[in-house]
């Protein structure tokens, strides 16, 4: 594929399972693409009725090597982490989640909530980093016009924004609501590829037509992406972006290492309760355990997100 052409990626549907089932649609990792940016994984849930399928109840479970971004359109998680913290994902609001070496959260949709709808999303860390102290930001940022778009810019640079939240590699994400009949021109950066996920309407994306749970890619040398909304009703999509990572990275269950060694150490502290990942307060819960390992990649029936990868996966 061309940088100027557009990839148009399909979801899958993936079950996660455990006491309070869900099924989100995953367009990132595929073979075909694995890494936007740094970006390693894109998941899609909702609108669920919460009533019909009981909501979010994820135990408490490990990261490492990678950095959790949860955005949401419509409901409440609140968040505990083994760093303290206490938060609460509301639409239009970041929680973004540093594992470094090692961290473990539990996300549970709160009792008022009634249609959980959002994104859950990873950004793979760079060698330099991977081992980083664990942290937690959240961030509301303020809606911006331009041409005829609401863009909510959470991560890195857009339309005259600047996110304040860290991110170790150079990164974007925002959220954009376009108008009816809208045609919006973005300046970005042309060292970055891209990627938009649409969530409601149909979007064109340099011509290129994008159906509700697709995800577009485009690679570098852009210096804008011009974004269409045909219909008479507001369409809604998140655009991620970032340098071409550059590294290999191994992912399996939620870890991202450098070697198959990388992820067997990461599952074994899991397993044996070491401080690396630190103990979450406030969970009435059993934490979850790691599925067994396998060389051929696996699915697990819990956890929040399910086994993705094992095996070196390059850029592309």
Do not use: K
């Amino acid at each position: 594929m061309g940088d100027t052409e557009v990839e148009v990626l399909s979801a899958r549907d993936v079950p996660l399972g455990g006491p309070r089932a869900m099924t989100v649609r995953r367009t990132l990792p595929q073979r075909s693409r694995t890494l936007i940016g740094a970006w390693c994984f894109v998941d899609h849930y909702g609108p669920d009725r919460v009533a019909e399928s009981g909501g979010m109840d994820v135990a408490p479970h490990p990261h490492t090597g990678l950095q959790t971004v949860s955005w949401l359109f419509g409901g409440e998680i609140e968040h505990r982490d083994s760093l303290g913290s206490h938060a609460f994902v509301r639409p239009g609001e970041l929680n973004l989640m540093t594992g470094g070496h090692g961290i473990s959260h539990t996300e549970v949709s709160t009792p008022g909530t009634t249609v959980l709808h959002g994104v859950q999303l990873w950004v793979a860390l760079p060698d330099a980093h991977r081992h980083a102290p664990r942290d937690f930001q959240h961030h509301a940022p303020a809606p911006v016009r331009h041409d005829g778009a609401e863009i909510r810019v959470f991560l890195g640079s857009l339309a005259g924004e600047t996110s304040p939240v860290r991110t170790f590699t150079p990164l974007l994400g925002a959220e954009l609501l376009l108008d009816p009949g809208a045609t919006v021109v973005l300046p970005v950066d042309p060292a970055h590829e891209h990627g938009l996920l649409v969530d409601e309407g149909d979007v064109r994306l340099a011509g290129t037509r994008l159906r509700p749970a697709e995800l577009g890619y485009v690679g570098t040398g852009r210096d804008t992406l011009t974004l269409a909304n045909d219909s008479d009703h507001r369409a809604r999509a998140v655009l991620i972006g970032g340098t071409p990572f550059g590294e290999e990275i191994v992912m399996w269950w939620n870890f991202i290492g450098r070697s198959h060694q990388d992820i067997a150490e990461a599952r074994e502290d899991w397993e044996r309760a070491s401080d690396r990942f630190g103990h979450v307060e406030g969970y009435p819960g059993d934490r979850l355990p790691a599925p067994p390992c396998s060389a051929r990649g696996s699915r697990s029936s819990s956890g929040w997100p399910s086994p993705c990868w094992w095996g070196p996966r390059r850029a592309r």
